[in-house]
């Protein structure tokens, strides 16, 4: 809203412009005493009568009109933001497959390097042989989870338990917590029934 000033400075603006060109329009929001706003299309136009100089203006209510262009400029950008899901979810599914195979050989090596150092006496060798085959599994399961959840066209309905679906949304999100500072404070219901659903898209909503 414009001080007493400002819409002072921006009358003597219109008129200006409507003595260069003799008219002058634009789309003006105007608030109601009970807070709501409307929007008309005003023209402020000069007319000589008699010699004499009179300014006549002439307002549409054109509400109705801007809330079916802001309507569709919100589809437009739901739209293209879906397309972005769209491909995102493609490269997501093809990442995922690339990684898992790199995953698996560092598996198969942390096993092989494990079961030789079992007859050493290097507790700490082999403690950390241990934790390096736990994190590439870990870090398998993220990938499984995330081409699963950039699967857009699963549509397959079967029998979960939806409480892991809440704990798989967490892992997820894990890294997006951690990034926020976002401590989570989870809940379940013990003993919560499965559903039957698409576990795919009730994780996305969840997400």
């Known amino acids: 809203e414009l001080s007493s000033a400002e819409h002072a400075k921006r009358l003597t603006e219109i008129v200006s412009k409507v003595e260069k060109s003799g008219v002058w329009s634009s789309e003006i929001c105007h608030r109601r005493a009970d807070g709501s706003s409307f929007w008309t299309e005003a023209q402020l136009s000069r007319v000589i009568v008699s010699g004499k100089v009179n300014y006549v203006v002439v307002q549409q209510d054109i509400t109705q ?21 769209t491909t995102l979810g493609h490269m997501a599914a093809g990442l995922a497959h690339e990684i898992n195979q790199p995953l698996a050989a ?27 085959d736990q994190q590439s599994l870990r870090a ?27 704990q798989e949304v967490l892992a997820i999100l894990e890294h997006e917590f951690k990034r926020g500072r976002v401590r989570v404070d989870v809940r379940l219901a013990e003993g919560a029934p499965c559903i039957r659903c698409d576990a795919i898209q009730i994780q996305q909503v969840l997400v």
């Open 140 to 166: 398998a399961e993220i990938m499984r989870r995330m081409r699963n959840f950039a699967n857009l066209g699963s549509n397959k309905r079967e029998e979960i338990e939806i409480n892991r679906l809440i």
């Open 106 to 132: 560092l598996r198969l090596y942390a096993t092989a390097v494990e079961d030789m150092v079992a007859t050493l006496d290097v507790p700490d060798l082999l403690d950390c042989v241990k934790r390096i």
């Open 65 to 85: 009109r801007r809330l079916a262009e802001e309507q569709t400029a919100s589809l437009r950008e739901q739209l293209a933001h879906g397309s972005r899901l």
